[in-house]
């Protein structure tokens, strides 16, 4: 394993930001920084041993402070929607910046975690070395974004020699406060810029699924995914039911329940390359994004990624639960530790 740190930019208000780059023997790379904790890149090997980028990025921080669709960051404080950018919590209401078109709160607001700067420590452990981490850490004040409570957040990325990209999420809060954390990357297994990823084959272990209104908020239903173009239960092409679903998928699909160690969620596979992905989590649910809208972004080595150019395979809690007292709880109260885990796994066949 090797791990190294290096200069990556500066933000405009003088702040350094390092990269940290993770190698591990099998050929897999990552690449990520301490601006919201966000993989700038991930490269992996195909079935004939040829590496290619396989996330989608920027090649610049500039970019990156002026990008606008999440590529790789850590989201939070709360993942995903709430509705009309409001909660009531303890008989108190929290207002949220809206910033999804003015009408719901998205990914943490106007100056959510992945767009705050995290401290970060490499982590080396004695002996021969099986995997590379870093620990981020984030203080997030009482009141900021509207978040009640202060928050004391830890996020450790590690890659080990069994190709397997770890996310460990810890948090403690001096207040009732939602917490919904995950990462937001941006998959295409043949390669970014190659293409759309509606080829890809999809596997989800979600035997249900959170239908949405017109503006992508959960009806409150909970509706089994039989019978439905939201059926992943057996592997199919993400493409393949897609003309049933106006946009694309942009859904919260309901995970079978789980342990206290992660487990089985998803598996991605792309069959020109070999290249696949399976996912565990400990997380409630997954969130499902086709990528449905990009615009022929230019991003990193000058590639394009076109509508569908990426797809996102988000563990996380459900989405509106602040304001859905059936859904699970994404409250955490003083006292309590927010401890969640999700694991990658990589392979090429």
């Known amino acids: ?13 003088g702040k350094e930001i390092d990269l940290f780059t993770l190698t591990n023997s099998r050929g897999l790379s990552l690449k990520v920084m301490n601006l919201g904790c966000t993989i700038v890149s991930l ?58 078109g003015g009408r719901h709160h998205l990914h943490g607001g106007e100056q959510g975690f992945d767009r705050r700067l995290w401290q970060a420590e490499e982590e080396r452990l004695p002996g021969p070395p099986k995997e590379a981490a870093v620990v981020f850490s984030y203080v997030s004040p009482d009141g900021e974004e509207g978040y009640p409570g202060d928050l004391r957040v830890t996020a450790r990325y590690s890659l080990s020699e069994d190709n397997e990209l770890s996310f460990a999420y810890r948090a403690e809060s001096s207040r009732p406060t939602p917490v919904n954390l995950t990462n937001h990357s941006y998959y295409n297994l043949a390669g970014t810029g190659s293409g759309d990823v509606l080829g890809h084959t999809l596997q989800l272990n979600c035997p249900a699924y959170l239908p949405v209104n017109d503006t992508l908020i959960p009806t409150g239903e909970v509706r089994e995914v039989t019978g439905t173009p939201m059926d992943f239960t057996a592997a199919k092409p993400i493409g393949r039911d897609m003309h049933a679903v106006p946009g694309g998928y942009d ?25 696949g992905m399976e996912v565990y989590t400990t997380k409630p649910a997954i969130q499902l994004y086709t990528g449905n809208f990009l615009d022929n972004v230019r991003g990193s080595g000058g590639r394009v990624f076109a509508r569908h150019g990426g797809v996102c395979l988000e563990t996380e809690f459900f989405p509106d639960a602040p304001n859905r007292p059936e859904f699970p709880s994404a409250v955490l109260n003083p006292g309590e530790v927010y401890a969640h885990r999700t694991v990658q796994r990589f392979f090429w066949d």
Do not use: W
Not at 1 to 13: D, I, N, S
Not at 262 to 269: D, G, Q, S, V
């Open 43 to 100: 490269s992996m090997p195909d079935r004939r041993g040829r590496a290619e980028e396989i996330t989608l990025g920027y090649d610049t921080l500039q970019e990156y402070l002026e990008g606008r669709f999440y590529f790789g960051a850590l989201i939070g404080r709360f993942a995903n929607r709430i509705a009309a950018g409001r909660f009531t919590l303890d008989g108190r209401t929290c207002t949220l910046a809206c910033n999804e």
């Open 251 to 275: 859904h919260c699909f309901v995970l079978a329940p789980a342990e206290e160690k992660p487990t089985f969620a998803a598996r991605l596979h792309e069959e020109q390359s070999g290249r």
């Open 1 to 13: 394993m090797e791990l190294k740190r290096e200069h990556f930019g500066r933000t405009p208000a």
